[in-house]
Nanobody, 123 residues
């Protein structure tokens, strides 16, 4: 089981930027970011293949977020720009052991999860 630790959440104003980090205890996983707002289901935000070459985003990201990785640090980042109040949620990173990347948006495909980090965007 890979251990995942997220960093970088906080309270920001609408229009601000924030970068989340997720460090894994082991390398070479497909990684994803999900978020869960109060009273709502956990939903897909972005994913990056273990190679770092393929990335995918939820349609509503619309160019505002960028996922990247630093393989030397076993760390995945989520750069979030132009934040909106509706982006307020707990953000989770997740690791997927299987090499298949086609199910990147399916939370049940991920094996291990971080503890989550709160992002609050004020208007």
């Amino acid at each position: 089981q890979v251990q995942l630790v997220e960093y970088g959440g906080g309270l920001v104003q609408a229009g601000d930027s924030l970068t989340l980090s997720c460090t894994a205890s082991e390398p070479d996983y497909n990684m994803g970011w999900f978020r869960q707002a109060p009273g709502k289901e956990r939903v897909f935000v972005a994913a990056i293949a273990r190679s770092g070459i393929s990335t995918n985003y939820a349609y509503w990201v619309k160019g505002r977020f960028t996922i990247s990785k630093d393989s030397a640090k076993n760390t995945v980042y989520l750069q979030m720009n132009s934040l909106k109040p509706e982006d307020t949620a707990v953000y989770y990173c997740a690791a997927k052991r299987a090499p298949f990347f086609g199910d990147y948006a399916d939370k049940v495909a991920y094996d291990d999860w971080g503890q989550g980090t709160q992002v609050t965007v004020s208007s």
